[in-house]
T-cell receptor, first 112, second 112 residues
Framework: NAGVMQNPRHLVRRRGQEARLRCSPMKGHSHVYWYRQLPEEGLKFMVYLQKENIIDESGMPKERFSAEFPKEGPSILRIQQVVRGDSAAYFC??????????FGQGTRLTVV | GEDVEQSLFLSVREGDSSVINCTYTDSSSTYLYWYKQEPGAGLQLLTYIFSNMDMKQDQRLTVLLNKKDKHLSLRIADTQTGDSAIYFCAESGEAAGNKLTFGGGTRVLVKP
């Protein structure tokens, strides 16, 4: 059973471009969470999804950020019109039940 | 809102025991977790404890929970150089969809 797969591992975007981060949960896991880690800080919750549904997006910035977890395919975190402050590591976690969450290796976004 | 606090840094000699401490404020926390993060990597779930337990042991790891004081600790016996990493404490509650609230992390340095 492969772990949580995130791609790309590293992403460089110019200011104003769009960033698309992908997360394939572990097999059998229907709960997906996205977290953001700023340099030298802990992880902050962004959004919690189940298949085709956003359950909790209380940690998502109100503008430019969106997330989806379609019936088929990976979960996508999309950041439009990126700014330097979006530079961070973005981690996805999946869980079969919501109790044990397993993290991917993360996508390190750099905005130049 | 919820808050999780950890000390920033711990230095320990190889072979000694390490104790990492964490405090939290949310009295409705259901589960408390310890994650390990090595440089450039994702988070590895080490162990977790249900809030109605006061101790859990798993090989070299011992978790102690004082629910009254909202204090959680992780003891690593016979610390090895491979244990050098950042350790994150986190809490979650079923009412919050089991999203994790993380502390800022404790950087553990194991000296030979």
């Amino acid at each position: 059973n492969a772990g949580v797969m995130q791609n790309p591992r590293h992403l460089v975007r110019r200011r104003g471009q769009e960033a698309r981060l992908r997360c394939s949960p572990m097999k059998g896991h229907s709960h997906v969470y996205w977290y953001r880690q700023l340099p030298e800080e802990g992880l902050k919750f962004m959004v919690y999804l189940q298949k085709e549904n956003i359950i909790d997006e209380s940690g998502m910035p109100k503008e430019r950020f969106s997330a989806e977890f379609p019936k088929e395919g990976p979960s996508i975190l999309r950041i439009q019109q990126v700014v330097r402050g979006d530079s961070a590591a973005y981690f996805c976690a999946s869980s079969p039940s919501g109790v044990e969450a397993f993290f991917g290796q993360g996508t390190r976004l750099t905005v130049v | 809102g919820e808050d999780v606090e950890q000390s920033l840094f711990l230095s320990v000699r190889e072979g000694d025991s390490s104790v990492i401490n964490c405090t939290y404020t949310d009295s409705s926390s259901t589960y408390l977790y310890w994650y390990k993060q090595e440089p450039g990597a994702g988070l590895q779930l080490l162990t977790y404890i249900f809030s109605n337990m006061d101790m859990k042991q798993d090989q070299r790891l011992t978790v102690l929970l004082n629910k009254k004081d909202k204090h959680l600790s992780l003891r690593i016996a016979d610390t090895q150089t491979g244990d050098s990493a950042i350790y994150f404490c986190a809490e979650s509650g079923e009412a919050a969809g089991n999203k994790l609230t993380f502390g800022g992390g404790t950087r553990v340095l194991v000296k030979p």
